[in-house]
Every structure is written in C-alpha cells, then in structure tokens.
C-alpha cells in the first residue's frame, strides 16, 4: 500500500517561503505522477503543481512563478517550493500520487485534477499572515 508523508508547513509571514516535501513509500512502479493541493477552508480543494517521472510539471496559474515542484527519485521524495507567499495560500497542503490506471494520460501533462490521483497523504498546514 502506497503511503505518502508530508512535512515542511508552517506559519509564515507575506512574502516568506517555505519548502514542502512528501516521502512516498511502498511505491514500486517505476514510472509515476505526483502532485500537490490545497485545501482552504470553505473552498474547494485546488491542484497547485505536479510533476511526473518524466519530469514534465504543471502549476495552477494562482502560483505560477512562485512555486516549484521538484523530486529526488532517490529518496523518493517530492518538494514544493514557495516562495511569495501571500495570505491566500493558505491552506492544508496534500500531496497525491497517480492512479496506474491513468499513467498514460499524465504522461506528457501532469494533471491538476484529482480524479485521477488514487493515494493521498494526511496534509501539512500552511498558514500565511499578513
């Protein structure tokens, strides 16, 4: 059974920055697509960024040129950088990995969707303030 972990959220001021990073293990397919959301609350949950084996990533436009989604395939990790961070990027942040079944599908564009993520982690909280 696939787990992923995250760590890394924390109370920042605007403008501050702070790393996520999801360990994922039980992983044994060697291909993968992995992705970050967010869940405010009394909003839906959002897709932020993702990235594949490939390493082909996808950032929502609400943080694009803020954040980063990178991956150590060693340590079977994956990272999100933000930086600028503002009050709306508060959240709980969730990271997700790829149902097999639709390895095909994100293989060019990782998706934002998360219809197609089947393992989720248990959330990091980020909390921005003004």
């Known amino acids: 059974q696939v787990q992923l972990v995250e760590s890394g959220g924390g109370s920042v001021q605007s403008g501050g920055s702070l790393r996520l990073s999801c360990e994922a293990s039980a992983f044994t397919y060697t291909w993968y697509s992995m992705a970050w959301f967010r869940h405010a609350p009394g909003q839906e949950r959002e897709g932020v960024s993702a990235?594949?084996?490939?390493?082909?990533?996808n950032y929502a436009d609400s943080v694009q040129g803020r954040f980063t989604i990178s991956q150590d395939n060693a340590k079977n990790t994956v990272y999100l950088q933000m930086n600028s961070l503002k009050p709306e990027d508060t959240a709980m942040y969730y990271c997700a990995a790829v149902a097999p079944r639709y390895f095909m599908a994100v293989r060019r564009t990782p998706s934002l969707s998360e219809d197609v993520y089947a393992y989720w982690g248990q959330g990091t909280q980020v909390t921005v303030s003004s």
């Open positions: 990235i594949n084996s490939d390493d082909n990533t």
